[in-house]
């Protein structure tokens, strides 16, 4: 039984050794919020000309461009918080929009409405806060996202004072292009403390409702090792959280 269960361990860690040698994926035209922020390691879906990019990123103890990617739709973390009691975990995620990617046709943010779901089961299951990032009332309060077109540089977004309601329909009015990093906690309840398995998923939509393109990513919370008194108990843990990892994973 012991050699059964270190063998699965065994075989789940380098699984995803392997598959974090893949290459990662980069949203176009670059990284365009804040500063330091790296293009890479998003998942991406293109179609009808709309990108969508999404990412998990550290966030605590000091923001990094670390990922920990699988180069298909997975990143990794340890569960944690920033500081006792914050209920912040220690990754945040990020997001980019582009409605015109291929710049053929002059389609601007304000030309589509946006689906963000965020889960907060940490199982194998799936439970959804869902809003609209950009057009919705979160975006209006905040009015924080970056925006550009496809020859903004990296970092060079453009942003307006939050309350500036003209200034931001002027900038989904003549922009392609829309990021932000965002924190989880600020929008659903999770705890950051607990291992579990959460899925993220960004929609653009019609204005009659039509799925034009999206993105989904996995965010694998893991536990912190056990101490070595424990191995067998660890291993035994790792195994069925992976085995419902891949199940979660099958139905997204």
Same mark, same amino acid.
């Given at each position: 039984? &012991? &050699?059964?269960?270190? @063998?699965?361990?065994?075989?789940?860690?380098?699984?995803?050794?392997?598959?974090?040698?893949?290459?990662?994926?980069?949203?176009?035209?670059?990284?365009?919020?804040?500063?330091?922020?790296?293009?890479?390691?998003?998942?991406?879906?293109?179609?009808? @000309?709309?990108? !969508?990019?999404?990412?998990? &990123?550290?966030?605590?103890?000091?923001?990094?461009?670390?990922?920990?990617?699988?180069? !298909?739709?997975?990143?990794?973390?340890?569960?944690?918080?920033?500081?006792?009691?914050?209920?912040?975990?220690?990754?945040?995620?990020?997001?980019?929009?582009?409605?015109?990617?291929?710049?053929?046709?002059?389609?601007?943010?304000?030309?589509?409405?946006? *689906?963000?779901?965020?889960?907060?089961?940490?199982?194998?299951?799936?439970?959804?806060?869902?809003?609209?990032?950009?057009?919705?009332?979160?975006?209006?309060?905040?009015?924080?996202?970056?925006?550009?077109?496809?020859?903004?540089?990296?970092?060079?977004? !453009?942003?307006?004072?939050?309350?500036?309601?003209?200034?931001?329909?002027?900038?989904?009015?003549?922009?392609?292009?829309? *990021?932000?990093?965002?924190?989880? *906690?600020?929008?659903? !309840?999770?705890?950051?403390?607990?291992?579990?398995?959460?899925?993220? *998923?960004?929609?653009?939509?019609?204005?009659?409702?039509?799925?034009?393109?999206?993105?989904?990513? @996995?965010?694998?919370?893991?536990?912190?090792?056990?101490?070595?008194?424990?191995?067998?108990?660890?291993?035994?843990?790792?195994?069925?959280?992976?085995?419902?990892?891949?199940? &979660?994973?099958?139905?997204?």
């Amino acid at each position: 039984m &012991k &050699k059964t269960i270190l @063998n699965a361990l065994l075989g789940v860690t380098a699984a995803f050794l392997i598959s974090g040698a893949a290459s990662a994926a980069n949203v176009n035209p670059d990284v365009i919020f804040g500063s330091g922020n790296a293009n890479g390691g998003f998942t991406v879906g293109t179609t009808n @000309n709309i990108e !969508v990019g999404l990412r998990a &990123k550290q966030r605590f103890p000091v923001p990094a461009n670390i990922f920990n990617y699988d180069g !298909v739709d997975t990143y990794n973390f340890n569960a944690g918080e920033s500081a006792p009691g914050s209920g912040r975990p220690l990754w945040s995620f990020e997001w980019s929009i582009n409605t015109d990617v291929a710049g053929t046709s002059g389609a601007k943010v304000q030309d589509f409405t946006y *689906q963000l779901r965020l889960d907060h089961d940490p199982s194998a299951g799936q439970s959804f806060t869902s809003f609209d990032p950009i057009m919705g009332p979160v975006a209006l309060l905040g009015m924080d996202h970056s925006f550009g077109d496809n020859s903004t540089l990296n970092g060079q977004g !453009v942003e307006v004072a939050s309350g500036d309601a003209p200034g931001y329909a002027n900038l989904i009015a003549n922009n392609n292009v829309v *990021q932000n990093s965002w924190q989880y *906690q600020w929008f659903t !309840v999770i705890d950051p403390l607990i291992a579990g398995l959460y899925r993220i *998923q960004m929609d653009v939509l019609s204005a009659n409702g039509e799925l034009l393109s999206t993105a989904g990513i @996995n965010v694998v919370v893991s536990a912190v090792p056990l101490p070595a008194a424990l191995p067998l108990y660890g291993a035994g843990m790792a195994v069925l959280g992976f085995l419902g990892w891949r199940r &979660k994973q099958r139905a997204a």
